[in-house]
């Protein structure tokens, strides 16, 4: 299986920050990763897919890059509604691992 | 819209079954597969396997393969998820979400709360 490790788990920021998370993979997984934001009591939602194609609806301040083994999701100016935790996902082969999430919190 | 409404809270005793549904609507049902991830109190998310609602090919966990089973009913646009041989450890919420072959889960149920408890 191939595993996601995402950093840091936990990460203190104010609104206004720019702040970026990371996720690698134990291989090679070109760019099928996606990038899924939960709040409490709610399901994930579809942030960004194909590592860096935004889906529709979702701010332009979410941002994705990279390839391969290594990942980035940046928030460029982080808004109220964005302390959550977020997830990276591969889905190049089963099972279609998740990283371990990242909290964001407010400082 | 896409919409994926699941069944309701369950409780059950160690060793039990629980089915789970999840009811599709505002696409073409056939066109997708559907995918089954669970989250433990206070956990991070786990990846169950996925059901195409074209022919019904599954692809489990490995973790999961025997107690698991997955179908979809395209008459009724549903999918279930049955799991067998309930532990404590199966306590989660369980999420259906529509993905298929190289697409992420682009739409979410809002989750089932499975409770196994003696």
């Known amino acids: 299986d191939i595993q996601m490790t995402q950093s840091p788990s936990t990460l203190y920021a104010s609104v206004g920050d720019r702040v970026t998370i990371t996720c690698r993979a134990s291989q090679s997984i070109n760019n099928w990763l996606a990038w899924y934001q939960q709040k409490p009591g709610k399901a994930p939602k579809l942030l960004i897919y194909?590592?860096?194609i935004l889906q529709s609806g979702v701010p332009s301040r979410f941002s994705g890059s990279g390839s391969e083994t290594e990942f980035t999701l940046t928030i460029s100016s982080l808004q109220p509604g964005d302390f959550s935790t977020y997830y990276c996902?591969?889905?190049?082969?089963?099972?279609?691992?998740f990283g371990q999430g990242t909290k964001l919190e407010s400082k | 819209q896409v919409q994926l409404v699941q069944s309701g809270a369950e409780v059950k005793k160690p060793g039990a079954s629980v089915k789970v549904s999840c009811k599709t609507s505002?696409?073409?049902?056939?066109?997708?597969?559907l995918a089954w991830v669970r989250q433990a109190p206070g956990q991070g998310l786990e990846w169950l396997g996925l059901v195409s609602a074209y022919n019904g090919d599954t692809n489990y966990a490995q973790k999961f393969q025997d107690r698991v089973t997955m179908t979809t009913d395209t008459s009724t646009t549903t999918a279930h998820m049955e799991l067998r041989s309930l532990r404590s450890d199966d306590t989660a919420v369980y999420y259906c979400a529509r993905t298929w072959v190289d697409w992420p889960f682009d739409n979410w149920g809002q989750g089932t709360m499975v409770t196994v408890s003696s």
């Open positions: 194909k590592a860096s």
């Open positions: 996902q591969q889905y190049i082969s089963y099972p279609h691992t």
């Open positions: 505002g696409y073409i049902f056939s066109t997708y597969g």
